[in-house]
């Protein structure tokens, strides 16, 4: 279960990096500072449901797209983002340890109170059995000031499992690697 839980969240973590908009493009708003509830739904996956709570700052917020705008532009092919009437598309074709993802991700809502991001994707590769389709919804609402023991960038999972987001060159070694030709 920890493996799938672990799994899960660098699922949600590829999920911002293909989210991250390059420097050139729309760039997402922001998040209000404070104590997010992501409540993410999945079919097609080994977990369906899991919420889970990201303690965050402008800096943080900010940080994400500059760390990961990189690793986005190493990793996909295409990237696309564009503001919309009632918020935000993005269009993206990403590599990850020798899987391939293509999404389609629908962002709406203010990114002050709350914001839902609805994806579908399909990917080829990876070992048998893996899922191919899937579709996504990520429900999030600002909850108010983090909890004191707690700190920008920190990811509080189910089951009492922490991690910070700052961390994600450590996450990056939990990755699968690309089998060997």
Not at 111 to 138: E, L
Not at 148 to 160: E, L, R, S, V
């Amino acid at each position: 279960m920890m493996r799938q839980l672990v799994s899960f969240a660098l699922g949600a973590c590829l999920l911002v990096v293909v989210l991250v908009p390059e420097a050139v493009a729309v760039e997402l708003p922001v998040r209000k500072p404070g104590l997010w509830e992501m409540k993410m739904l999945r079919t097609g996956g080994p977990v369906p449901e899991m919420t889970m709570q990201h303690c965050t700052d402008e800096s943080t917020d900010r940080a994400m797209s500059s760390s990961f705008s990189p690793a986005a532009k190493d990793m996909c092919s295409k990237n696309d983002i564009r503001k919309t009437a009632t918020g935000y598309v993005t269009d993206s074709v990403c590599n990850v340890a020798g899987v391939t993802m293509t999404s389609h991700s629908e962002i709406t809502g203010d990114f002050n109170s709350a914001y839902t991001v609805k994806a579908t994707s399909q990917s080829q590769g990876g070992p048998p059995g893996m899922p191919r389709d899937s579709t996504s919804t990520i429900e999030a609402k600002w909850l108010g000031a983090c909890k004191a023991d707690q700190k920008p960038g920190d990811i509080m999972m189910p089951g009492g499992v922490k991690m910070n987001i700052k961390d994600m060159e450590k996450l990056k070694g939990l990755m699968p690697k690309p089998a060997a030709k």
